[in-house]
């Protein structure tokens, strides 16, 4: 079975405050989502496209669950609201977000 994943993308040059983000939801998400079937999570920076130029985003966040029903679950939850609504904390704007599966590896 793929482990399933929700993917939060960040666009660049919205302002984004990165010590808050890895200090205080980072670690909620660890807290909250932990025991309701998140098995890790991924950041990554983007500094520049392959041709040089600016990437579309500045950071993304991959979260990984044991299986579709538990991310599932997770997305009707109201834990999931409440990291939703920490979002005006460390970001101005909304994340793009994309539902999917590890398909390779």
């Known amino acids: 079975m793929n482990m ?3 993917t939060f993308c960040y666009k660049t040059d ?3 405050n990165e010590k808050y983000y ?3 939801h980072l670690a909620w998400c660890n807290e ?3 025991p309701l079937g998140m098995q890790r999570y991924e950041v990554k920076k983007f500094y520049q496209a392959l041709d040089g130029s600016k990437p579309p985003y500045q950071l993304t966040t991959t979260l990984y669950f044991e299986s579709t ?3 599932q679950a997770v997305l009707a939850s109201e834990t999931s609201q409440e990291g939703l609504r920490d979002v005006v904390n460390f970001y101005e704007g909304f994340p793009d977000m994309f539902v999917g599966e590890v398909a390779y590896q």
Do not use: N, Y
């Open 14 to 16: 919205v302002p984004f």
């Open 22 to 24: 890895r200090d205080k």
């Open 32 to 34: 909250a989502l932990k």
């Open 69 to 71: 029903e538990a991310l």
């Open 4 to 6: 399933a994943t929700i």
